[in-house]
């Protein structure tokens, strides 16, 4: 059943190819539906642990896949996004349709992976429909190329990491291996030198993608100038948290230990450095851009602090903020659509010009900042509480985030939606019954799992405290191994 869901979506972008330009649409909408069914059907019939694994090797590479809760609402994420962006966005082309279904059997494939050869090579042809899709329909291909410059860089520190990793792993065992289940077993150690270097590798490269300051320069212009589908769809694949989650915690947790100040330190300067940014924005997009790079931070935090609330709240945070900063792009497109602009100072009175979209923009609004009964609040609460066992003092700078959106998110719904229009402007707009059902699932989504999310989070603790337990392992024998140096006059 997961690799019908991994390869479902790479013979539908196939079998695009021979669509019609006015048949792209329906076909997009129906088989993003049912790859989505699919994807809740598993996740459904998941009960603990890794499921539904299976395992194919030829030479030295290996074809293993297999998920965990984590992954799967993961995955559940960016099927749901992309059937609510079939359902919303115009589809200008087939070649659309084929990128969007290449980067969902891209997504699909990362997340089972088992192999870090295999999440390397879905997460490196990820940039092609990423790329076409910029360059094609953008209007600055400048930001494209930048975004390609920068994943490019960062994906071959990463493929260094893995090939050392393999070497040690072959260094230990006369064989080489790339299987992640492997890797984390406690009789691989891999020496606090060699951490260093791996652990370099990998956060660069996810640090770049997440993006965390200072990696996230790339990220502002391509939110903003890119079309609203890769937009949406860059806010709801979670690549690089995830990455940090596989490799980088039970991997090289003493590194992670040894830089973790640095560390958190970066993830609140990008809070606090987006947040203010976008307190200044006079365009949406952009505004909305920097707010996702802001919340980003917090998801990054969360998992560095290593507890199982930071872990269980990033990955809650990270499928909340897919659903709402998805949804805010989803908005700000709808009034472009209409009005032809971005620009904030445009916009009057929408409270009374389009009641309905005021209700639906509020909802998501008021997520964002992370107001309690909503599904943001869950997960940026235990993030918070996670990092105040650590370390208050990062805790209540990281709480600023709070302060700083609720500021910025709360004028510019004053702005746009209560402040009278100085022009005579009666022309009300009305959404479209397509529209209607995107915004009411998103809505019902953020109030639901606000008020209830003991379903979702009682799943991904269980797999947060799995990999907990592979750390803990790992820091035993690494412990060890320091005395067994120390005897040894190493």
């Known amino acids: 059943m997961l690799n019908l869901l991994i390869f479902f979506?790479?013979?539908?972008?196939?079998?695009?190819?021979?669509?019609?330009?006015?048949?792209?649409?329906?076909?997009?909408?129906?088989?993003?539906?049912?790859?989505?069914?699919?994807?809740?059907?598993?996740?459904?019939?998941?009960?603990?642990?890794?499921?539904?694994?299976?395992?194919?090797?030829?030479?030295m590479a290996s074809y293993h896949i297999g998920v965990d809760a984590i992954a799967l609402y993961l995955m559940l994420l960016c099927s749901l996004m992309i059937f609510l962006s079939f359902v919303c966005l115009d589809i200008p082309d087939k070649?659309?349709?084929?990128?969007?279904?290449?980067?969902?059997?891209?997504?699909?494939?990362?997340?089972?992976?088992?192999?870090?050869?295999?999440?390397?090579?879905f997460w490196e042809f990820s940039l092609i429909p990423l790329i076409y899709l910029i360059g094609r329909y953008s209007n600055n291909y400048k930001a494209g190329i930048k975004f390609f410059v920068y994943a490019f860089c960062g994906s071959m520190l990463m493929l260094l990491a893995i090939i050392?990793?393999?070497?040690?792993?072959?260094?230990?065992?006369?064989?080489?291996?790339?299987?992640?289940?492997?890797?984390?077993?406690?009789?691989?150690?891999?020496?606090?030198?060699?951490?260093?270097?791996?652990?370099?590798?990998?956060?660069?490269?996810?640090?770049?993608?997440?993006?965390?300051?200072?990696?996230?320069?790339?990220?502002?212009?391509?939110?903003?100038?890119?079309?609203?589908?890769?937009?949406?769809?860059?806010?709801?694949?979670?690549?690089?948290?995830?990455?940090?989650?596989?490799?980088?915690?039970?991997?090289?947790?003493?590194?992670?230990?040894?830089?973790?100040?640095?560390?958190?330190?970066l993830c609140i300067v990008s809070i606090l450095y987006a947040g203010f940014i976008a307190f200044k924005s006079k365009d949406l997009k952009e505004l909305i851009a920097y707010s996702s790079i802001s919340h980003l931070g917090v998801v990054m935090l969360g998992i560095v602090s290593i507890t199982n609330d930071g872990l269980s709240g990033s990955v809650f945070y990270m499928f909340a903020h897919g659903i709402v900063t998805g949804g805010l792009f989803l908005l700000a497109y709808m009034l472009y659509q209409r009005y032809n602009t971005y620009e904030i100072s445009f916009y009057k009175n929408l409270a009374k010009k389009?009641?309905?979209?005021?209700?639906?923009?509020?909802?998501?609004?008021?997520?964002?900042?992370?107001?309690?009964?909503?599904?943001?609040?869950?997960?940026?609460?235990?993030?918070?509480?996670?990092?105040?066992?650590?370390?208050?003092?990062?805790?209540?700078?990281?709480?600023?985030?709070?302060?700083?959106?609720?500021?910025?998110?709360?004028?510019?719904?004053r702005d746009m939606f209560f402040v009278p229009s100085t022009q005579e402007d009666k022309i009300e707009f009305k959404l479209k019954s397509g529209e209607i059902f995107v915004l009411s699932i998103l809505s019902a989504l953020v109030i639901y799992f606000g008020i209830a999310p003991s379903y979702i989070l009682d799943q991904i603790s269980t797999s947060a405290n799995a990999i907990l337990e592979v750390i803990q392992i790992k820091n035993v024998v690494l412990e060890n191994q320091k005395i067994i140096d120390s005897i040894r006059g190493l």
């Not at 659309?96 to 090579?121: P, T």
């Not at 948290?241 to 003493?254: A, K, N, R, S």
């Not at 943001?376 to 918070?384: C, K, P």
């Open 9 to 59: 979506p790479f013979f539908a972008a196939l079998a695009a190819l021979f669509l019609k330009k006015e048949e792209g649409k329906f076909f997009a909408v129906l088989v993003s539906f049912c790859i989505l069914a699919l994807n809740v059907f598993l996740l459904y019939k998941y009960q603990e642990g890794i499921a539904y694994e299976f395992e194919f090797s030829f030479l």
């Open 164 to 265: 050392y990793t393999g070497y040690l792993y072959f260094k230990s065992f006369g064989y080489w291996s790339f299987d992640l289940l492997q890797w984390y077993k406690s009789d691989f150690f891999i020496p606090e030198n060699a951490q260093n270097l791996i652990f370099i590798g990998f956060f660069i490269a996810f640090a770049i993608k997440s993006p965390l300051f200072p990696f996230h320069t790339w990220a502002p212009s391509v939110y903003a100038k890119s079309p609203t589908l890769v937009s949406v769809m860059l806010v709801s694949f979670k690549m690089a948290p995830f990455g940090m989650i596989q490799f980088i915690l039970p991997l090289t947790v003493d590194a992670l230990n040894h830089y973790y100040s640095i560390l958190a330190i």
């Open 95 to 121: 070649s659309v349709v084929v990128s969007i279904f290449l980067l969902e059997f891209c997504m699909m494939g990362l997340f089972a992976s088992l192999d870090a050869i295999l999440f390397y090579i």
């Open 354 to 413: 389009a009641p309905l979209y005021s209700v639906f923009f509020g909802i998501l609004m008021f997520s964002s900042i992370s107001l309690p009964l909503t599904i943001s609040f869950v997960g940026e609460f235990l993030i918070l509480q996670g990092i105040a066992s650590v370390n208050l003092w990062y805790a209540l700078l990281a709480g600023i985030v709070i302060i700083l959106g609720a500021i910025y998110m709360l004028n510019l719904y």
